[in-house]
């Protein structure tokens, strides 16, 4: 599977962003999506993820309420919808993917597909 995050850029502190991911797959709703980012000089770290069916998320623990996922797989697309953004959530965010792993994961081990990243940069 081809994924392809975009919608990325330059937001105020406080402003939101919603991010897509494209996917090319036939049987798209047989993958877990996840979400990482990785900041400059910092490891890429597991931001979320979302089940098959798009009925259960999983969340880092500092999202605290402010992302949503969502996924129509119908369009192939995935969505990440971050709220109240801070200067921290900046990063290059990706979107990954694998038909073996639940949505449970957070190892960026477990997922084997990746798409190219958008960088999301926060204004304090």
């Known amino acids: 599977v081809q994924l392809q995050a975009f919608g990325g850029g330059l937001v105020q502190a406080g402003g939101f962003l919603r991010l897509p991911c494209a996917a090319s797959?036939?049987?798209?709703?047989?993958?877990?999506i996840a979400w990482y980012r990785q900041a400059p000089g910092k490891e890429r770290e597991f931001v979320g993820s979302?089940?098959?069916?798009?009925?259960?998320?999983n969340y880092a623990d500092f999202v605290e309420g402010r992302f949503t996922f969502s996924r129509d797989n119908g369009k192939n697309m995935v969505y990440l919808q971050m709220n109240s953004l801070k200067p921290e959530d900046s990063a290059v965010y990706y979107c990954?993917?694998?038909?073996?792993?639940?949505?449970?994961?957070?190892?960026?081990?477990?997922?084997?597909?990746w798409g190219q990243g958008t960088q999301v940069t926060v204004s304090s």
């Open positions: 990954a993917a694998d038909r073996s792993t639940t949505y449970v994961a957070r190892n960026r081990n477990d997922y084997g597909f």
């Open positions: 797959a036939l049987l798209f709703d047989d993958y877990s």
């Open positions: 979302i089940n098959r069916s798009g009925v259960r998320r």
